[in-house]
């Protein structure tokens, strides 16, 4: 019997259940003859008759109907375990929704750490370059907002935004402390979602006003909008802890000793798939920490 093929069980269940081939075989959606086939193929398997073809309804063999009522409660209890399983994901795997900003700069260099201390749980990374789209069909999102505007069932604070003037080393130590001076450089902006009045942000009390940007000073891109930083381009705003690696390397310095605290941040965001999902959570409580 373990030689037999599934398909062909499968096809007999259906058969004796409706005692109909038509109606077996539009259940398991083929044709009528297919289910014929698979009935006398098991049949030939075994050695005996199954099925009597008579009009409008087959009949049990005696030997079929011991075989049903062995089939019957097994292949239920099958299908509600196949159901389970599609319906359940991997405990161990935990899906993470970000952008690609945070994980090229701050992430991808600490993923390490989290595999060695929890070598069973295995991270599905998902970036895309902005993360307003928040993808419900994942276990974590990690954005950045304010927290009153992102969703989740858990929300906890990555670390909130330092907001500091970035540019290459040679050109930050030549404007020094000087606002004045760092309002006349070429101001780069990233004007996607909540980024658009930054520079305003940054200014805010000081008297200064910027001039609005240019075509050319403007980036969609994060990613874009560092490369132009890194590559001299100009002046961007970054947030500290996400660049620290970047002033570390001697690529990137902070300009002036001005600091712009909000409330908003990097928030990591269990959502509603993963409530009850001990690896999930695992994975939050360490990103937070």
């Known amino acids: 019997m373990a030689a037999l093929n599934w398909k062909l069980l499968t096809a007999f269940e259906s058969v004796a259940r409706h005692r109909n081939f038509t109606r077996a075989a539009r259940e398991m959606n083929v044709q009528q003859p297919a289910i014929s086939r698979r009935v006398a193929e098991l049949e030939a398997e075994l050695g005996v008759k199954l099925l009597k073809r008579t009009r409008p309804f087959a009949t049990l063999t005696r030997e079929g109907e011991v075989l049903y009522r062995a089939l019957a409660g097994g292949i239920m209890q ?48 998902i970036s895309r370059d902005q993360n307003d789209a928040y993808d419900t069909d994942t276990d974590v999102v990690i954005a950045f907002n304010h927290p009153d505007r992102l969703p989740g069932t858990r929300k906890v604070l990555i670390f909130h935004e330092s907001m500091v003037a970035v540019a290459k080393p040679a050109l930050a130590a030549s404007i020094g402390d000087d606002l004045e001076a760092l309002a006349q450089q070429n101001l780069l902006c990233l ?29 969609t891109s994060f990613m874009v909008y560092l490369q132009a930083a ?14 620290q690696d970047h002033f570390d390397l001697g690529q990137l310095a902070p300009i ?17 798939r993963a409530s009850d999902k001990p690896s999930a959570v695992t994975f939050l409580d360490w990103v937070s920490a």
Not at 232 to 243: P, S, Y
Not at 256 to 272: A, H, K, N, S, V
């Open 230 to 243: 890194l590559n001299g381009d100009g002046v961007i705003l970054g947030w500290e802890t996400l660049l």
């Open 256 to 272: 002036t000793d001005r600091r712009i605290e909000t409330l908003r941040g990097y928030f990591g965001c269990l959502m509603p």
């Open 191 to 219: 004007t996607m979602g909540i980024h658009g009045n930054d520079w305003a942000t940054f200014f805010d009390g000081t008297g200064i006003s910027v001039q609005p940007p240019t075509t050319d000073q403007k980036f």
């Open 78 to 125: 099958v299908s509600g375990a196949l159901e389970q399983v599609r319906q359940r994901p991997d405990q161990s795997c935990v899906s993470v929704n970000t952008t690609i900003g945070f994980a090229s700069c701050y992430l991808m260099k600490r993923l390490p750490e989290f595999r060695a201390m929890h070598p069973n749980i295995s991270i599905e990374l």
